[in-house]
């Protein structure tokens, strides 16, 4: 694993431990993550990892979804195995998870090179808008 994706993987792990799940989505966000073969989050392994990654796949979980399964997986599962999750690049299109998450590009369906091209290019101008956009300073 390249040091920027694991530096970038730590970041998102403290982001997520922050969250404030109330206690009935506590209960959806666990059920999941049980219906989905993983017994014990605390005691979780890279094999649940790919478990895991597979029934999001197969299930074509929303974005939203995946970030708040991972929030919630994040609170109780231990630090290296969500860093392979992170890492992981479930629709084989070579965008690891979380950059899937943060471009806004599908994270459960393979994005062809111009789908994350075109991600990628909204993600700078959000950031680096152009001098003909309605941005106020």
Not at 8 to 30: G, H, M, P, R, S
Not at 84 to 100: A, F, I, M, R, T
Request: with cysteine; aromatic share 8%.
């Amino acid at each position: 694993m390249e040091p920027i994706q694991k530096q970038q993987a730590e970041l998102i792990i403290q982001q997520a431990l922050k969250e404030n799940f109330t206690d009935n989505e506590k209960v959806v966000y666990d059920d999941f993550i049980v219906e989905a073969g993983v017994k014990n989050p605390a005691e979780m392994t890279e094999t649940d990892v790919d478990t895991l990654i597979r029934y999001l796949h197969a299930c074509e979980a929303s974005n939203e979804f995946v970030i708040n399964v991972i929030n919630r997986l994040t609170q109780v599962a231990p630090a290296h195995v969500m860093t392979k999750l992170l890492n992981s690049d479930n629709d084989g299109d070579g965008v690891p998870l979380y950059q899937e998450l943060q471009l806004g590009t599908k994270a459960t369906e393979f994005d062809t090179p111009s789908e994350i091209a075109v991600a990628g290019q909204r993600q700078y101008q959000q950031f680096f808008p152009t001098q003909d956009s309605d941005v106020e300073l």
